[in-house]
């Protein structure tokens, strides 16, 4: 059975139809109008070994922040719908990914208590035309949403594209780590019984 969750989001600013599956093969279907944040979730599911598919589109000509942020509110809401009741599932997962110069390291706990743990100044206020201000909105929201402890720290690098290559690629390689289901994992991973 593929863990997969979808979900359709239609604000004033902002029309999201997006499906995840979290157990798949790094297949990308993407047609959003925030070109950096397009390119960045492709190395997102590629690394992480997911599928996803997903539109976006939304008040550009504002500016970017509020289609980033309700993509990232429908990222954490998908993946928390596929992982469902986390039975088996290894429940952490880290990743400290070099990309040149810059050095990450993203940690996660699928532990049903969100948090964000920022530790990550990027050098320059924009990507292109992306302000990268919006880089901490996507993550805060996809923590909220998929109630996940999430920490992001930067060890060191000054190119602002390669950082935030580097924290879209770890955060898929310690997702994948965290969602994956381990045999020897016997109901959940906790002690209290439940992670919800």
């Keep these: 059975m593929t863990r997969s969750g979808s979900v359709t989001r239609k604000t004033r600013e902002t029309e999201i139809d997006l499906k995840l599956e979290v157990d798949g093969e790094g297949e990308a279907d993407l047609n959003v109008q925030v070109p950096f944040l397009s390119h960045m979730l492709e190395l997102f599911t590629k690394h992480g070994l997911f599928n996803m598919t997903l539109t976006g589109k939304g008040d550009v000509e504002v500016d970017d922040h509020h289609l980033t942020e309700d993509i990232g509110i429908c990222l954490g809401q998908a993946l928390h719908q596929a992982i469902g009741d986390k039975y088996g599932m290894k429940r ?48 805060w929201k996809l923590a909220l949403e998929a109630r996940m402890n999430l920490h992001i720290i930067i060890h060191h690098g000054h190119n602002s594209h390669h950082i935030v290559e580097a924290m879209f690629k770890a955060l898929g390689r310690a997702l994948d780590e965290a969602t994956r289901v381990d045999p020897r994992v016997k109901g959940v991973p906790s002690t209290k019984g439940s992670l919800s």
């Design 92 to 139: 952490y997962g880290s990743m400290m990914l070099p990309m040149d110069e810059a050095l990450v390291t993203v940690a996660v706990d699928m532990s049903d208590r969100p948090h964000l743990e920022w530790h990550a100044d990027i050098p320059s206020q924009k990507i292109g035309t992306f302000d990268t201000e919006n880089v901490h909105e996507f993550f």
